[in-house]
């Protein structure tokens, strides 16, 4: 039941326009920086030979690469998360899930993993660029994987977040705004913390930035992993809240 | 108590301190069409939705099939078939990819899919549009994929909420007759706020009017019960009105064309009053040749109890 709610979900995404849109335009940007960072590294790869313990491929093209794509995952999630359950409200299809016999556990999953899957295509296609080095070079492939599960971490608490707001509204334009603005703010939260001023280091263990800069660097620290997956599960509670709350009142 | 496939008893839910729906005592017996009757904002759909498990009550007990639909809300909504009063349709995947996915998470078993899927097409009439968007159908057929989604899993108990609201007469002719033959392999309960259609339906009908049961009889009992509140009447060779009324009791007589008479019967009149003013218009030579009830006995009731007049028929049958 999980697997057709998802299945649902993702059909539904890319039988709009939306989907493909996002699609294009993510790998497009993302392209483009990418050459540009390739381009980069070609004019000074002569001056790195000087030294021996310089930085390679991986660090110099692929990690800014994720790094630009998370921000680029912070102005797109929210449009692919929006219609998540605000369009269902809309469109009354929501009676349609509370009418069959599924539980909320089984409803939450359902839509979760169904945007889940989509943003796992897009993690696909930008994983396909820093490959297409292979064929030149020799990647740090420890290095390419703490990146890649840094950036999934990421998309799975966006996606979260952008589950739960979009259950809170019937328009989806609201549910984009407000999941944007949540992101941003956690995302700058650290920014107050450039001195040291007392808690300045709860504002950065907050920041959604600060914890996946660890994976840039290669580490793969569990108190990261724990923070992506306690925000997710977080918001994903309180989707599911949500819904239960739907059959109490209106 | 094991015959009644629904037992609702004394269910309330108000909305913001107002009460929609008032302690509503409601059963349904297998085999069962039952019209559920009431003016927009009665409570009807409120009842529907607590029903269907999609509306938790502020107070009172469902069960459906013998399971309790609050404790075991699974297995409860495994036996129902719902149609919301706007059918809940993806406007985005085709007639058969909608229906799959209702099968899906209706449980029904894998294997079973295609073929559960090909039937309530069939039996509602969908055959030759399930290739197309459910986007580009009209407003019938978008109705039928609604009940079509409600029949799959073939449940016990079907809950149509409004199934002929804003279709054309002919859509509505057609949904009729689709209801009527689902009566014969499910339990049904539908709200109109239409008595025709109540009535050449349902087996029983309950009046429901501000959230309380105002009246539940099964339809049969009806017109022995109560007369007509006006008969249209054709005499070809009739004295005066004044002499008419004099004669047959009738509260007035209102001459229309073409030999026509409006009749009222007395405010006390029993239910076969048709019969002996036929039999007094032969006995006296007027030489009827037509007599039609012109508002129903339901209607009457209808108007009585929701213009907040108390009949006397007001207890229910069991």
């Known amino acids: 039941m999980i697997r057709a709610l998802a299945k649902r979900e993702l059909r539904s995404l890319f039988a709009s326009p939306l989907a493909w849109v996002v699609l294009a335009v993510v790998t497009l940007i993302l392209g483009w920086i990418f050459l540009l960072q390739v381009d980069l590294f070609l004019r000074i790869m002569p001056r790195l030979a000087l030294y021996r313990h310089g930085a390679g491929v991986t660090a110099l093209v692929v990690m800014p690469l994720f790094h630009s794509a998370i921000v680029i995952l912070l102005l797109v999630i929210p449009l692919l998360t929006m219609r998540l359950v605000s369009e269902e409200r809309r469109q009354k299809t929501l009676e349609l899930l509370y009418a069959a016999p599924l539980s909320t556990l089984d409803l939450v999953c359902g839509k979760y993993l169904g945007i889940l899957a989509f943003l796992g295509t897009l993690l696909f296609l930008i994983f396909l660029m820093p490959l297409s080095l292979e064929l030149g070079t020799h990647l740090d492939w420890g290095l390419v994987a703490a990146g890649l599960l840094g950036l999934f971490l990421v998309m799975a608490a966006f996606a979260a977040a952008g589950l739960y707001l979009s259950s809170l509204t019937e328009q989806p334009i609201v549910a984009a705004i407000s999941t944007f603005g949540l992101l941003l703010f956690l995302w700058i939260i650290a920014w107050a913390a450039k001195g040291h001023g007392p808690g300045s280091h709860i504002l950065r263990y907050a920041s959604l930035l600060d914890h996946f800069s660890a994976f840039g660097r290669g580490e793969i620290r569990v108190s990261d992993i724990a923070y992506y997956l306690i925000f997710t599960l977080v918001f994903l509670v309180m989707t599911g809240r949500r819904f239960d709350a739907d059959h109490l009142e209106h | 108590m094991a015959e009644n496939l629904i037992d609702a008893h004394n269910l309330s839910r108000s909305f913001g301190g107002r009460a929609a729906v008032r302690n509503l005592d409601l059963t349904l017996e297998r085999g069962e069409i039952l019209g559920f009757l009431g003016l927009n904002g009665a409570g009807k759909s409120t009842t529907l939705r607590m029903l269907a498990g999609t509306l938790a009550p502020s107070a009172g007990r469902i069960t ?87 029949i799959l899993h073939d449940p016990e108990v079907l809950l149509l909420d409004e199934p002929t609201v804003g279709l054309d007469p002919a859509q509505i002719q057609d949904i009729r007759t689709l209801i009527r033959s689902l009566g014969e392999a499910h339990s049904v309960i539908f709200s109109s706020h239409l008595l ?123």
């Open chain 2, 64 to 150: 459906i099939a013998g399971i309790d639909l609050l404790n075991a809300p699974k297995s409860a909504k495994r036996k129902l078939g719902y149609l919301p009063e706007q059918p809940p349709l993806h406007p985005e995947l085709t007639v058969s990819e909608y229906l799959r996915f209702c099968a899906e998470i209706h449980g029904v078993p894998r294997p079973r899919i295609r073929h559960a899927v090909q039937a309530a097409q069939e039996k509602t009439g969908l055959t030759g549009v399930e290739r197309r968007l459910i986007r580009n159908l009209s407003k019938g057929y978008q109705q039928r994929v609604g009940i079509a989604q409600a």
């Open chain 2, 196 to 318: 025709a259609e109540v009535q050449s339906l349902a087996t029983r009908v309950i009046i429901i009017h501000e959230g309380q049961l105002a009246w539940s009889r099964p339809l049969t009992a009806l017109p022995s019960d109560r007369p007509a509140a006006s008969y249209r009447t054709g005499l070809r060779k009739a004295p005066s009105p004044e002499r008419m009324v004099a004669q047959t009791g009738a509260r007035e007589i209102t001459p229309l064309e073409g030999g026509w008479f409006r009749i009222a019967p007395p405010q006390d009149a029993a239910g076969d009053f048709p019969e002996r003013f036929l039999e007094q218009a032969v006995r006296e030579g007027w030489a009827p040749f037509g007599l039609v009830a012109e508002e129903t006995s339901l209607e009457t009731i209808f108007l009585e109890l929701t213009r907040g007049v108390t009949p006397n028929a007001m207890e229910s049958t069991p």
